[in-house]
């Protein structure tokens, strides 16, 4: 069974970078045709999807967030990290790592097959 569990700091101040750890377990990062993302929930908003590395290590980025955010991924720890760089108030929200399989539209089309739990992200100074 695959789980997935984010870790970071639930409260960064404004300007700095949040930097966020999905651990992985019950499967490897790098298996043929998954897909890893950071998808995150501002209050009273929907589910925002922010990019995705799939197994292959390339990564994509939603256009509205490119210039602020990195995905990275450590293979022997089996880790994905998110980095958002120069955050404000507005980029407080519970963020998720989750995985699609199979095809990328399933990505498109946010059919994700296995979630973490959330961690909340608030940022204030």
């Known amino acids: 069974q695959v789980q997935l569990q984010e870790s970071g700091p639930g409260l960064v101040k404004p300007s700095q970078t949040l930097s966020l750890t999905c651990n992985v377990s019950?499967?490897?990062?790098?298996?043929?045709?998954?897909?890893w993302s950071w998808i995150r929930q501002a209050p009273g908003k929907g589910l925002e999807w922010m990019g995705t590395?799939?197994?292959?290590?390339?990564?994509y980025y939603s256009p509205s967030l490119k210039s602020r955010t990195s995905i990275f991924r450590d293979t022997s720890k089996n880790q994905i990290t998110l980095q958002l760089s120069s955050v404000t108030p507005e980029d407080t929200a519970v963020y998720y790592c989750?995985?699609?399989?199979?095809?990328?539209?399933?990505?498109?089309?946010?059919?994700?097959?296995?979630w973490g739990q959330g961690t909340q992200v608030t940022v204030s100074s």
């Open positions: 989750a995985r699609t399989s199979g095809e990328w539209i399933h990505t498109i089309l946010g059919k994700y097959d296995y």
């Open positions: 019950g499967g490897s990062i790098t298996t043929n045709y998954h897909y």
């Open positions: 590395i799939p197994y292959s290590g390339n990564t």
